[in-house]
């Protein structure tokens, strides 16, 4: 019998830093997540780790998502036989290279400046597709031209304004995106008392809106807002403080535009004020989500289902995939986990609909055990952050080599070689588990 003696992505990875090791080198991230986390942790600014390690209320949702991966445990198989192992797939025409996509996380400048261009250019390393966040910093269009032949996705946040609406998905569109993820959680801000506590909103202070102010129908918002205010004879309410003038200095330096001609208009102020008036619909319904089929031409997902019935709801509307999620624990506080939700969505919806699993994934066994119940891809967030405030670019890289590394061993200790037919009885209940 030939034997098979491909090493694959996880053996690789393991080889590049015992050899490394050898001469003193360590790797630039831990490659654990419990002290990755906290490596983060001591580097990143208390505004930006509250708002990118926060979550809503007291963080049962959070805890949650951890202990719905704890209840459920990995039965290994021996003597399969299988030396290589399969870890790419399809999803909605976009060939991955993993079962992994890099979520789509808001205000990354908060962790640093140039964060989309970091995450873009670390999935295009790595081969990994990135969910363009709708609250980043940098216009999709640069974040786009960073990529190479890996391909992206858009996020979208459903505004008030439909022209606006409208603008956004054509830039999608027009920037390559290979799918639109429309967000369906955040019609509102949770109750997130880290960010609360500080009076921390990255928005107010002109971070995480560079889709908003790079928008052609947004800028008209804004101009005809200023006209008008300006016919009226308005005012400045501003209180002058201190934090005031360093809100200032944030807004203006953070709209497209030289600083000190920024400096003297009213555009940047008056553009965080309309983006907070209008970016996301409190009222989005499903009658929103039935006209997406005359709007793009892009496979549409909906991010944020939990309940079957929604799920059921959004295939009955025609729409392409759904993820799972429940934004990272972000939004309500004690929500159900969403490897619980997966679970009961895929039984709901049958093996055939394009379902991806968002929230509480940390490692490659957690990719493993969503694999098991479902999901035919995972997106991984507050990890590759934590990864990018240590080292930036380097830190992304690392962060998803360690997570399709650890995947790759998990399948070929388990006995699985293909992440499209994880077996499901490798993984059981959790004897061990106490509910703690």
Known sequence: MAEQTTAGPGRERQNAIYRAGVVGTKPLVPTSFADLERAAHRVASA???????????????????????????????????????????DVLGTRLASPLLLAPVGAGQLIDPDADLHTARAAASTGVPYVFTNQ?????????????????????????????????????????????????????LGWRPQDLTLGSLPFAQGLGIGQYTSDPRFRDIVAQRVAAAKAAGAASDVKVTLQAIRSLISITRNHPG???????????????????????????????????RDRTRLPVVLK??????????AFDLGVDGIVVSNHGG?????????????????????????VLLDSGIRTGADVFVALAHGADACLLGRPYMYGMAIAGQLGVEEVVANVVAELDLTMALTGATDVTDVPRDVVVPNPSWTGA
Do not use: C
């Open 47 to 89: 505004k930006g780790w509250a708002y990118v390690a926060g979550g809503a209320g007291e963080g049962r949702t959070m805890r949650n998502n951890r202990a719905a991966f704890d209840r459920w445990a990995i039965v290994p198989r021996m003597a399969h036989g299988g030396a290589t192992r399969n870890l790419s797939v």
């Open 136 to 188: 980043g910093g940098t216009p999709m269009e640069e974040a786009a031209a960073e990529m190479g032949s890996t391909p992206h996705w858009v996020q979208l946040y459903w505004s008030t304004d439909e022209d606006l609406v409208d603008s956004l998905i054509g830039r999608a569109e027009a920037s390559g995106a290979k799918a639109l993820v429309v967000t369906l959680d955040t019609t509102t």
């Open 258 to 292: 030289r600083f000190l001609d920024n400096l003297r208009s009213p555009m940047p102020r008056a553009s965080v004020e309309t983006f907070l008036d209008i970016y996301s619909n409190p009222g989005l319904s499903w009658d929103h989500i039935a006209t997406l």
């Open 304 to 313: 944020g289902i939990l309940h079957p019935d929604d799920a059921r709801r």
């Open 330 to 354: 972000r939004q309500v506080d004690g929500s159900i986990a969403s490897l619980d939700a997966l679970i009961a969505v895929r039984e709901a919806v049958g093996p055939e609909p394009t």
